[in-house]
DNA sequence: CGTTCTCTTGACCAGCATCAAAATTTGTGG
DNA sequence: CCACAAATTTTGATGCTGGTCAAGAGAACG
């Protein structure tokens, strides 16, 4: 039944080569070293939770009541202004939590990208549990940290880089947080569709399609598939997303 | 020595209105209500740190090496591009936290806008720290997720706002995260420059203060000095920054 | 009071959004 | 497997928001 994503990335990593066996069942637990009797109580709390393309976890505005941590797949965090605007603050994959804040209500939604599984815990037997479980704490303070960083790079990307900058940097940073990613580093897997990419990107469906298309004239990338990119060159995409192009 | 400014809101209030003398003292601890046997060895941990405005607590990719709280001033969180385009993604005042990611080097800079003091933790000591003292990671945890949700706010307001937008939006939430806010709650303290505004709303110097002038057009906003601003309308200022105008 | 810095205002321009349509991909039924 | 319909992506033409460049108005400092 326990089934969470491993914290730490290394953990992450040899789940997504397939190399460790323990670690995919239960990767969390063992990757955190929580002691055999205190995993046997976090079995006995957790729930898990399958999702279809597009259906939600929970919508906007809903109360929190649970702690989230995604197994399997991955999902949009978004939020809609009243007029139809959306914005995307991130993509969640394998591994990654949600509902660490302890507001209320969600200020944003989380919905499926693609077939998704999760582990669930309610929100108060899992406050009562890390009073208790030690390691589970530190790791989630770890981890929030990780997010707290990427939200910021997030805003370095939106206030203050073009189009192109904006796109490359997405494809720089996105292996780095999706932990199924292709064996082959430089195979770039896009679960999410222009539209969404765009609306992570504060940009629209065109820009997103006309900076990728310069992109591959640049002799950047090359489009194995609609969905799978190939990085030609790395470092000058990187300087391209860092502001050096 | 020890005198990390208040976790919890309701604590940072009673500072800010000067109710909290204990608070003043060493609020986090007595709002965390670590015992007094931990209170000591904390008190022996702690440093004072005083800094100028402008100067520079670290600087961006400066190695990790101390946990910060802000304990009273203000200070900007900023990134440079090579090109010399900067992003400042938050603004932290008494009672925030810096370090919390397990990153080895600072993404971004830490300055001072104004007069600021802050107390600081050897980062090896604190995580030895946290292992004993439970309150204290169950405290950042906490804020660590509020931080993230404000980080989330600002993706939105970047990626999907216009410039009036941003703006009224960053009027908004300046009141509740800056703990010194005058007694009014309607009046505004910005002790951040024109320029820093605009490189937190991703905008130029001269779009702020258009932006402003419409505010004050629009009968949203008086502006009682340089740095100091009066909300007239709060219900449409909020409706403005929610995408509703 | 004058020097300097910051803020405000104005004129013009560019990057990205918007509107529109063609090209590809995906899904469905025969 | 093919044909057709629907959805998504790409490409093209035009317009607007906000950036750039320049000058003037206030504040802050000695």
Chains 1, 2 share one sequence.
Do not use: W
């Amino acid at each position: 039944m326990l089934e969470l994503a491993g914290l730490p990335a290394d953990c992450a990593k040899r789940r997504a080569t397939g190399g460790c066996d323990v670690c995919q069942a239960r990767p969390f637990s063992v990757c955190a070293s929580v002691p055999d009797a205190d995993l046997a109580r976090l079995d006995g709390l957790a729930e898990t939770v399958a999702l279809e393309p597009d259906q939600a976890l929970f919508r906007q505005d809903d109360p929190v009541t649970h702690i989230f941590n995604v197994t399997s797949g991955s999902l949009r965090l978004s939020r809609l202004l009243p007029d139809g605007r959306r914005q995307i603050a991130g993509f969640l994959f394998a591994g990654d939590f949600i509902g660490l804040s302890d507001e209320a209500r969600h200020a944003f939604a989380a919905e499926a990208l693609e077939p998704s599984t999760l582990c669930r815990f309610r929100q108060g037997d899992y406050r009562a549990l890390m009073r208790e479980v030690r390691d589970l704490e530190t790791a989630l303070l770890q981890r929030a940290g990780r997010e707290l960083s990427a939200a910021r790079d997030q805003a370095l990307r939106l206030g203050r880089k073009s189009a192109l900058e904006r796109l490359a940097s997405f494809l720089i940073d996105l292996p780095g947080i999706d932990p199924l990613r292709p064996a082959t580093p430089d195979v770039i897997r896009l679960p999410m569709t222009r539209g969404e990419i765009a609306d992570y990107l504060g940009l629209t469906i065109e820009t997103v399609s006309r900076s990728l298309t310069k992109l591959k004239q640049l002799g950047l990338v090359r489009q194995l598939s609609l969905n799978l990119l190939k990085v030609e060159r790395h470092d000058a995409l990187r300087d391209l997303a860092e502001g050096l192009g």
